[in-house]
């Protein structure tokens, strides 16, 4: 089992930046797609990003292509989430996310096997 915990949320004007990190323990020594998925009140949680166990490749969200950016250092069996341009819409609880790895992109929440608490986001007009 391996367990995430995500920090770096909290409060920002809108369009501030933030960057959000996901730190894996446990058992990480098997390779893992990550991602980073959101989720608003009333609302289903929805993928933001995505990134293969070697970095190389990395996936996004139509509505945050070219503000955010997915990155994971391997050594530090950390990943991050660097957010610019942020919008009152990208308001959210964010959660990081493993997965074996598998087809590409994985996009569906029900691909991955180990969630972290969340970290609160909120981006002020």
């Known amino acids: 089992q391996v367990q995430l915990v995500e920090s770096g949320g909290g409060l920002v004007q809108a369009g501030g930046s933030l960057r959000l990190s996901c730190a894996a323990s446990?058992?990480?020594?098997?390779?893992?797609?990550m991602a980073w998925f959101r989720q608003s009140p009333g609302k289903e949680r929805a993928f933001v990003a995505a990134i293969t166990w070697s970095g190389g490749s990395t996936y996004y969200a139509d509505s945050v292509k070219g503000r955010f950016t997915i990155s994971r250092d391997n050594g530090k069996k950390t990943v991050y989430l660097q957010m610019n341009s942020l919008k009152p819409e990208d308001t959210a609880v964010y959660y990081c996310a493993a997965s074996p790895p598998g087809g590409w992109p994985r996009v569906s929440s029900l691909n991955y096997d180990n969630w972290g608490q969340g970290t609160q986001v909120t981006v002020s007009s």
């Open positions: 446990g058992r990480t020594a098997s390779p893992k797609t």
